[in-house]
């Protein structure tokens, strides 16, 4: 590679929404005045006697009042509502119509979109947010020739290869940011993962592309390129507090051109938030990484003294002691890297020329050490979601 290029982890926080039935009793079993239906005498059974034009349901059944008894009148497919029969949806609740999430008009017509879910799963009328996409706490990396792999750091000393081929990027990125070399196609710049098992893929065009962890598919996230002083940044998604399920992105960067620490932000609802300038000892802007538990921290790549540091999320201040890594060259040169953390331990993916290897580094002891010295991967950008582990796993 003949640039520089920075990775992360990263996600959106998706507004989390939860279909129900009808209050006021057991599932589908209220009247149209919302009570509950009077009970038989075996301990649960909802009596058969009604009155009037009383209606209900039943589960799924819609049941009206004939002669005193009710009976049922039709079985729904989609959702059943006491005073309206089958409907599509329940109203006032949030509902799924294929990959969307749409609202649900008073008459039980589906509504107004409310969210895409993009390459994430809708299910139960939100966007599933909870880490349950397959292989969402694990490593992921994009190298030089767009491969896009899982890297499990369980399997680091066993017999298994820790990287998975996932499959090929073919984002349709636009022409390179002016200041780099003119390329008439941007490539992958840096990274973050979100919880629903998105991969926030930063391209040296200044776009942000949505690339699944399950095929590599990729899509447009609709990020507006170049807002405010953020050209390029590296990126990392952290909890918003120790086990939270909502999370933020957090970003570092700035112009193309710039050999500064440049500033730290974040993205909500694909907007750049600046948050302040970072003051660090380093000719160059840092990647990355945040966790569950909700800390970022930023791999400086500096000539010959490296280093890792937490930031403060609310200032982009750092914070704490620096973890200082030993000599890797110099910055200067033909050099890729990429940051994430795992269960405790920090991953240096690092290329000097045609040489790379991983790195672990723990914490806190800041104890490094060596895990791979012939990596295979030019590695330009590594990503982890907040479901990952925040300490070793048993």
């Known amino acids: 590679m003949a640039r520089p290029v920075r990775a992360l982890a990263l996600a959106f926080t998706f507004i989390l929404f939860a279909c129900g039935s009808d209050p006021g009793g057991p599932p589908g079993q209220t009247d149209t005045d919302g009570d509950i239906p ?17 209606t ?13 008894e009710f009976v049922d009148t039709q ?38 979109q409310v969210e895409d879910c993009g390459l994430a799963t809708c299910g139960g009328g939100q966007c599933q947010t909870d880490c349950t996409a397959g292989g969402v706490d694990l490593i992921y990396v994009v190298d030089d020739d767009n491969n896009f792999l899982s890297f499990d750091p369980a399997k680091l000393g066993t017999a298994e290869d820790p990287f998975t081929l996932v499959g090929q990027l073919d984002c349709d990125a636009g022409r390179e940011l002016p200041g780099g070399f003119g390329a008439d196609r941007g490539a992958p710049f840096s990274m973050s993962v979100d919880r629903t098992g998105i991969a926030w893929v930063l391209y040296s065009s200044g776009e942000i592309f949505h690339v699944s962890i399950e095929d590599a598919s990729c ?21 918003d507090s120790d086990g939270a399920s909502t999370e933020t992105l957090f970003i570092a960067g700035g112009a193309y051109d710039d050999r500064s620490p440049g500033r730290f932000g974040s993205i909500t609802n694909l907007t750049v938030n600046d948050l302040g300038e970072i003051d660090a000892p380093s000719d160059f802007g840092p990647e990355l990484t945040g966790t569950g538990d909700g800390h970022v921290y930023g791999y400086f790549p500096d000539g010959d003294d490296p280093f890792i540091q937490e930031f403060d999320k609310a200032t982009g201040a750092l914070t704490g002691n620096p973890y200082p890594m030993t000599g890797r060259g110099d910055s200067n040169g033909n050099m890729a890297w990429a940051f994430a953390h795992w269960g405790g331990d920090f991953y240096v993916f690092l290329t000097i020329g045609n040489d790379g290897q991983v790195y672990r580094v723990d914490l806190p002891s800041g104890e490094e050490t060596t895990v791979i010295d012939d990596l295979p991967y030019r590695v330009v950008g590594a990503g982890v979601s907040t479901c990952a582990p925040t300490g070793s796993p048993e």
């Open 38 to 54: 009077p009970l038989g005498t075996d301990g649960g059974t909802p009596s058969s006697t009604c009155e009037g034009t009383e």
């Open 56 to 68: 209900r349901c039943l589960g799924m059944v819609f049941q009206t009042c004939n002669d005193g």
């Open 75 to 112: 079985t729904c497919a989609n959702a059943c509502d006491s005073g309206l029969g089958c409907v599509s949806c329940t109203p006032g609740e949030p509902v799924c119509d294929g990959n969307t999430v749409h609202s649900c008009n008073a008459d039980g017509t589906i509504g107004d």
């Open 219 to 239: 899509q447009d996230s609709g990020f507006q390129t170049r807002q405010g002083q953020y050209d390029l940044f590296g990126m990392g998604f952290a909890s």
